[in-house]
């Protein structure tokens, strides 16, 4: 597995276990970050979006995938720009 296939893999555990926190522990993780605990279901909802993407990360990671590489490249470098802009507009701390 060359290095850009290990970073994917890497990603792709994270955004496993994430997912698999939002989705089964998310009443008890956060209070821990200072977020108000939520009975509303769209917690639980994105902790299942997370672990079908990485199921998508994992899997291309594996085969060595390299189109997979290419085409979240673009949202690798968004994801920066779009978290100053909800820290500009005053969306986020």
Excluded at 29 to 44: A, D, R, T
Excluded at 78 to 84: D, E, K, N, Y
């Amino acid at each position: 597995m060359n290095s850009i296939n290990k970073s994917i893999f890497v990603f792709g555990l994270y955004s496993l276990s994430m997912g698999m926190v939002l989705l089964f522990l998310a009443i008890l993780v956060l209070p821990m970050v200072g977020l108000p605990i939520s009975k509303e279901p769209w917690l639980h909802l994105l902790g299942f979006v997370l672990i079908s993407s990485s199921f998508y990360y994992l899997r291309s990671a594996l085969k060595g995938n390299i189109d997979f590489a290419r085409y979240i490249l673009h949202t690798r470098l968004f994801a920066p720009l779009v978290v100053i802009f909800l820290i500009g507009t005053g969306k986020a701390d």
